[in-house]
């Protein structure tokens, strides 16, 4: 079973503007992490944001905010004033108690930032 | 500042000769990966050390073999390159902590070519 879904294979965005990533998240494990990588076209994959399953607020650092919904199993990723350099591509991954070191990775949503 | 390198960042070599791709970390992580990343997909985990324990995925190929001589450094032996193997390798470490909060850390990637 999928582990991580990223249903937008492609998004497009105005400069300056919001943008939200979505994912969505399987696991029955009360205890999990949920992370957002960026990879540009170097290819190398940048830790962006971190989100526990027991955090009481939503994750935020700088122009990046994850919105956490829980029981819809959701942590989308949002971009605010969007930049050039934000075109990239965005990975959702999760682990939890059970994957022991292992990380599950979504397919990825390529995000380009129109000027 | 305390980082994962891998090198060399690029690496060309034929169909049937033997490569290695090497990664070093700085960071004192107990775990490190290496993963496959074939054009527009998420990264395949082909295997990771917890310190000096060895955990293979049961589909990746024989073909692939790992050395962790210390906990600063990774190797990943292909013996027999073919055209299929044509991918950016990422080398990640992630600190080995029980529970969902262990992050993961990336390289730079080698990006494979087979001639």
């Known amino acids: 079973a999928q582990k991580i879904t990223q249903t937008q294979p492609g998004m497009f965005v105005q400069e300056k503007e919001a943008v939200t990533l979505d994912c969505t998240y399987d696991?029955?494990?009360?205890?999990?992490?949920l992370f957002w990588y960026k990879q540009p076209s170097s290819g190398e994959m940048i830790f962006l944001i971190y989100q526990g399953s027991y955090d009481q607020q939503n994750a935020t650092e700088g122009r990046y905010s994850l919105n956490f919904q829980k029981a819809r199993k959701s942590a989308n990723l949002v971009i605010s004033a969007s930049q050039l350099g934000d075109s990239a591509m965005y990975f959702c991954?999760?682990?939890?108690?059970?994957?022991?070191?292992?990380?599950?990775f979504g397919t990825g949503t390529s995000l380009t930032v129109i000027p | 500042d305390a980082m994962v390198i891998q090198n060399p960042r690029y690496q060309v070599t034929q169909f049937g000769k033997p490569v290695t791709l090497s990664c070093s970390q700085t960071l004192n992580h107990n775990v490190m990966y290496w993963y496959q990343q074939k054009s527009s997909q998420a990264p395949k985990l082909l295997f990771h050390?917890?310190?000096?324990?060895?955990?293979n995925e049961a589909d990746t190929p024989d073909n692939f073999q790992s050395r962790r001589p210390n906990t600063s450094f990774c190797f990943l032996d292909i013996r027999s390159p073919g055209l299929g193997d044509a991918a950016m390798y990422l080398c990640?470490?992630?600190?080995?902590?029980?529970?969902?909060?262990?992050?993961?850390?990336f390289g730079p990637g080698t990006r494979l070519t087979v001639l």
């Open positions: 990640a470490t992630s600190r080995g902590i029980a529970g969902a909060t262990d992050t993961q850390y």
């Open positions: 050390y917890y310190d000096k324990d060895f955990n």
């Open positions: 991954a999760m682990r939890d108690t059970n994957t022991g070191n292992q990380f599950y």
């Open positions: 696991t029955s494990d009360p205890s999990y992490g």
